[in-house]
């Protein structure tokens, strides 16, 4: 009997994608030790001294960067382990050159959107030179779509993945989120070899979102980790476009929560739950929408049937995005009544 789970724990790819994943988590965990000790009463008088201004309200944003860094090291490292004639065979494709510069691009761009008072679509614009270098000359099998999902689907849903991380602020749900939907997306593809490296680099560095809350992906990390997500995905799911379309949805809250919540100014709907809840509802609700996306969506062949599979799981991510404002200010009634009397007018 066939047992992704044990296959995936035994499989050689994984083990090459923890290894680098763990040294990434390392550093990345003795940065944001250091921004710990920056937040505290000596750091900050050590700052005001060198008159610098620093933001406590969030967690240092290493875990993305961490991620891409060591999943590409990772990516490099199984393709220099495989026989000759695995290579010449081009089973597992070599990450060409253009996509570590078009990930650097994505990373900038939507990094320098997060200073700007619209980061959204400031980060979509911005993102959109790397998106278009992480394929440009480049070959990919399957649909004549695909290199299109991987430069629209990385300027559209890394800044909107930048905008959810960013909003959950200090809970470190970002790292853990992110987990679910690297191991929903190795379980709809076809072929696994690249995702279990990514798997495998995720693994250690969620653990610094939870439960030690050290850090969180970050802006320009988020975009980028969606697009090296997306690249990897087109490779491993050609055989099933329906795969494809099963990882995109993969993403779940990390699309939706943002369009929900410039939804809640039209609904009164909001839970009423404490934080520990909010945060417990959204890595369920994120769990349960990755694995609907790639078990119930990304089971179709076609890509066709497998958006409409997918429509319920995004309807339910919208929603959550209204009814579970985290790292949001809850919506006022004057607001709600302002953009009433906009939309009659």
Partial sequence: MFDPIRTALEAPELHIGALRGLVAAAGAGVLALIAVWLRSAVGRRWLRRLRIRASPSRLPGLVGPAFVVSSLMALDALQRSLPPMVKAGGNIPAVPSGVFLGLALVWLGVAVAGLTPAPLPAGMILALPGAWRLVAGQTFFGPSWVPWLV?????????????????????????????????????????????????????????????????????GGSAAAVGLLLWVAVHEGWARPGSIVGSVGALALFATIPIGHRLRVWFRFELGWNRTRRALAILAAQLILAM??????????????????????????????????????????????????????
């Fill in 151 to 219: 430069i629209l689907g990385t300027a559209i849903l890394g800044p909107l993945a930048a905008e959810t991380d960013r909003d959950l602020g200090r809970l470190g749900l970002g790292p853990v989120m992110w987990l679910f939907t690297i191991g929903a997306v190795y379980s709809t593809v076809p072929d696994t070899e690249l995702m279990l490296v990514l798997l495998g680099a995720a693994i250690p560095l969620a653990l610094l979102g939870l439960p030690f809350r050290l850090a969180r992906l970050g802006e």
């Fill in 292 to 345: 609907w996306a790639s078990r119930i969506a990304g089971m179709a062949f076609g890509a066709g049937e497998a958006i409409v599979r997918l429509v319920p799981a995004l309807a339910a991510g919208v929603f959550i995005g209204v009814a579970i404002p985290l790292g949001r200010r809850r919506i006022s009634r004057s607001a709600r009544r302002q953009a009433a009397e906009n939309s009659v007018s």
